[in-house]
């Protein structure tokens, strides 16, 4: 009898840019190959930006946002597994990363 595998569909996980001293909720996020992590700046300083900036990973898997201010959001789709570091090139010291299995 034949093996059937079965594959869950993209889902879109939901990620928060808090603050210079808390950073990125949830931290590390973990998704499956397919998935879409869309971050929302939620700082109470609406007029400090922030960034969600991909360290050190070569096309296809590299992102920029850009600068973003309170209330705006910013998505990646994860087509590879792997491990993926981001930061904000603003505040270098707020650090995440996205386990993409």
């Keep these: 009898m034949p093996t059937t595998t079965t594959t869950a569909p993209p889902q879109t996980v939901e990620a928060e840019i808090v603050s210079i001293g808390v950073g990125f909720l949830p931290n590390p996020i ?7 992590v869309v971050w929302t700046h939620v700082d ?3 007029n400090i930006p922030h ?3 991909s360290q050190g990973v ?15 959001t910013f998505q990646v789709t994860f087509d590879n597994p792997g491990t ?3 930061f904000c090139t603003v505040h270098p010291n707020m650090q995440g990363q996205v386990i993409v299995n």
Excluded: K, Q, R, W
């Design 30 to 36: 973990e998704i499956n190959v397919g998935d879409t």
């Design 44 to 46: 109470m300083a609406p």
């Design 51 to 53: 960034t969600v900036t």
């Design 58 to 72: 070569a096309p296809p898997d590299d992102f920029d946002s850009g600068l973003i201010f309170e209330g705006a």
């Design 84 to 86: 993926f570091s981001y």
